[in-house]
């Protein structure tokens, strides 16, 4: 079974930074793309940021230049660094990880950690 453990949530004035990290746990032989999404009161859960493989990364416009998604694939863990933060950045902030491979016959489409509270507030 696989599992994503999210951290590094909490309170922040804005302005202020916070760094993220979502660990993938259990047997795992290769992960496509992770990324991050979160989901404010009342809206719709929103993309982030995203990173492939590769290295390849994917932001949100209202993100873009004040966040920074990295991963380390040797740990199947992934990063956002959250700079800048701004009171409308407030959320919880949920980690996805996609093609979770743990061995040559099984494949996890998708999974979801369980999310971790981001507050930006003086």
């Known amino acids: 079974q696989v599992q994503l453990v999210e951290s590094g949530g909490g309170l922040v004035q804005p302005g202020g930074s916070l760094r993220l990290s979502c660990a993938a746990s259990g047997s795992i032989f290769s992960i496509n793309n992770m990324g991050w999404y979160r989901q404010a009161p009342g809206k719709q859960r929103e993309l982030v940021a995203s990173i492939t493989g590769g290295g390849t990364t994917t932001y949100a416009e209202s993100v873009r230049g004040r966040f920074t998604i990295s991963r380390d694939n040797a740990k199947n863990t992934v990063y956002l660094q959250m700079n800048s933060l701004k009171p409308e950045d407030t959320a919880v902030y949920y980690c996805?990880?996609?093609?979770?491979?743990?061995?040559?016959?099984?494949?996890?489409?998708?999974?979801w950690g369980q999310g971790t509270l981001v507050t930006v507030s003086s």
């Open positions: 996805n990880a996609d093609g979770v491979r743990v061995n040559i016959l099984k494949k996890y489409p998708e999974v």
